[in-house]
């Protein structure tokens, strides 16, 4: 089974969100590594046009209609959320995050 392509939307955090992953990427590991990861992360937002449906459910915010998915890229989760005609890209967290912070995301309005 096909499924539809469908337009991305960003939330307001998400480019704070690359920005500190970025930030501590280059403090950490260096700019080669930092410029590489952050590609990565993008390619996998822009990449959600046709693949949403591929992710695992987020395990914090599950859903009936298992609407809250996440990609999985080292330690960091990509949450986003399906909707009838986009999908809302809503925020880039670590993964040692407390569940409260990923519980909070369910509020953001785009």
Do not use: W
């Amino acid at each position: 089974m096909e499924k539809e392509i469908r337009k991305v939307i960003r939330s307001k955090f998400i480019e704070g969100d690359l920005a500190e992953v970025y930030q501590y990427g280059i403090e950490t590991f260096g700019k080669v590594f930092a410029d590489f990861f952050l590609e990565e992360m993008i390619h996998s937002i822009s990449s959600l046009t046709f693949k949403y449906f591929i992710y695992p459910e987020c395990k914090h915010l599950e859903t009936k209609k298992k609407i809250y998915r996440n990609i999985i890229l080292g330690k960091y989760l990509i949450i986003y959320r399906i909707k009838s005609e986009k999908i809302e890209v809503l925020r880039v967290l670590h993964g040692s995050q407390s569940p409260k912070k990923i519980k909070s995301i369910r509020g953001i309005r785009l």
